[in-house]
């Protein structure tokens, strides 16, 4: 420790010996560093916190669930700061009158992205910051033009997202008109090509392949032979009943309720299932022929039983639906029949007809799904345009900057003067390391390799000691006076500030 501690005496001697070089060296740094610290321009910030609210009932039963309305503002933050929006900015600011065409906007509008943050401090708070730093305009000019571009950018923000939303919707609206008349011309094609196919063929009624509609068409049949059973059943009963019922009541008995009863008879055997060549309905046939031909068809003597004719109309109604479910059971047999030969004949037939529908189906179901999405965008962009899709306030207005916040030029300033004394010490240090002296009689020693034996200590005049503490006086003067400039410089920068 008693080495290293003269060590250090012995270079704080040769500091101290040209400490007029410390002192010139740290005078020049230090004005050097300063001149370059008042260079620096003044950065004046803006900040605004706005609020938004996405959550709206309405939106949300249309299908905008409040996940999307999220995803719309994050995107629209991130492109608050794209090239269109700065471009604005410029022409709603002071900046317009530093521009005179196209090229002098989109320049100011580049050197303006670096100095715009938008961050979202929350999940509904964001924080708009602006910093102005331009050395061809004041420092007032710097603060005030701060606040305009951050309240612009309030403005554009809470534009964007109405007219944003509007014009999103018109272009998918125009996208959505132009495909759907695309696929509706070839849907109409679709269907012709179809139509006249079936027509050329004589296809089966009804939707789908070929098959599907045989599977249709036997399906209706089992049901028709069903009614019809039904039907023939009820017609049989009906014929039954009508026999049984006279024709006239208040009259005697008569060739035609003789009539009436075998006519009752032949219809109550029909009903049980005898056919036309049994013996009995042959003879009851025979029977109501020989009636007939005596004259037994006429009244003798009553009135017209309202029974009988109510259920002689009943009757015809079932005569009637079981002609026409022949008629359509005739209809459906001939038609499958037609179509079965069709397929033997030409087996590529139902292939065709197959990929003809399918076509078609697949096109009605694109036409149909365009339709439903227009409407569900119309529906939706009415609803962002007539509701609030995202309710703006601002919690925190724009800022208007009363002081810099970069440079912190009143600790640089000092900085500065720490490091031209700091240079000025290691330029002495450095010139006594290079001319090097012996202050000691140790160090002479050792250097020379010889024993030193006295030293002589120096010996001053009173003239001597006078000059050297007038020198000493300036020495301290001029180093006072280093440190008065850097506090006169801080002291001018907080009076600018404040002028400012």
């Not at 789908?208 to 039904?230: W, Y």
């Amino acid at each position: 420790m008693p080495s290293l501690y003269d060590e250090l005496l012995v270079a704080l001697h040769g500091v101290w010996n040209r400490r007029w070089l410390a002192l010139g060296v740290a005078w020049a740094v230090s004005a050097l560093g300063w001149l370059a610290v008042s260079l620096i321009p003044n950065s004046y910030e803006s900040k605004a916190r706005v609020f938004v609210a996405t959550q709206s009932i309405i939106q949300d039963k249309v299908g905008i669930s409040p996940i999307e309305q999220q995803k719309n503002l994050d995107g629209l933050r991130q492109t608050l700061a794209s090239a269109v929006n700065l471009e604005k900015v410029v022409r709603g600011t002071d900046l317009a009158g530093t521009v005179s065409n196209d090229a002098d906007v989109s320049a100011r509008a580049a050197g303006l992205r670096d100095k715009i943050s938008v961050v979202a401090a929350q999940d509904n708070l964001f924080e708009i910051t602006t910093t102005m730093s331009d050395s061809s305009m004041s420092d007032k000019a710097n603060a005030k033009l701060a606040t305009q571009i951050t309240q612009k950018l309030i403005d554009i923000f809470q534009q964007e997202n109405i007219v944003g939303n509007r014009d999103e919707t018109q272009q998918g609206l125009a996208f959505l008109d132009e495909q759907i008349a695309e696929t509706g011309k070839a849907l109409a094609e679709a269907e012709k090509r179809r139509v006249e196919f079936e027509q050329k063929n004589g296809i089966l009624p009804g939707v789908g392949s070929i098959a599907d509609r045989m599977r249709a068409a036997r399906t209706e049949l089992d049901q028709i032979d069903s009614q019809l059973m039904g039907a023939q059943s009820a017609l049989a009963a009906m014929n039954g009943q009508l026999a049984a019922t006279p024709a006239t009541i208040g009259g005697g008995p008569t060739g035609n309720s003789a009539l009436a009863k075998a006519q009752g008879e032949l219809a109550s055997a029909k009903a049980r299932g005898w056919t036309d060549d049994h013996p009995d309905v042959v003879a009851l046939k025979r029977q109501i022929g020989a009636l007939k031909a005596q004259g037994g068809g006429g009244y003798a003597g009553g009135t017209p039983n309202p029974a009988y004719m109510s259920i002689k109309s009943m009757q015809a109604e079932r005569a009637a639906t079981v002609q026409a479910l022949n008629a359509r059971r005739t209809q459906i047999q001939a038609d499958i029949n037609a179509m079965t030969a069709q397929q033997v004949s030409d087996p590529g037939f139902a292939a065709e007809q197959e990929k003809l529908e399918r076509d078609y189906e697949v096109l009605k179901k694109q036409y149909d799904k365009l339709l439903s999405d227009r409407g569900d965008v119309r529906l939706q962009g009415d609803v962002q345009s007539g509701t609030k899709s995202a309710t703006f306030r601002v919690i925190d207005p724009p800022s208007v900057p009363t002081s810099p916040v970069s440079p912190n030029r009143p600790l640089l300033l000092f900085g500065v003067m720490i490091v031209g004394i700091g240079a000025g010490i290691g330029a002495a240090f450095a010139m006594d390391q290079v001319r090097r002296t012996f202050p000691t009689a140790q160090r002479l020693s050792k250097a020379a390799g010889l024993p030193v034996i006295g030293s002589i200590t120096e010996t001053l005049n009173p003239s001597q000691i006078a000059d050297r503490k007038h020198k000493l006086k300036l020495f301290a003067g001029a180093s006072a006076g280093l440190g008065a400039a850097c506090v006169l410089l801080i002291v001018v920068e907080f009076i600018q500030r404040s002028m400012a």
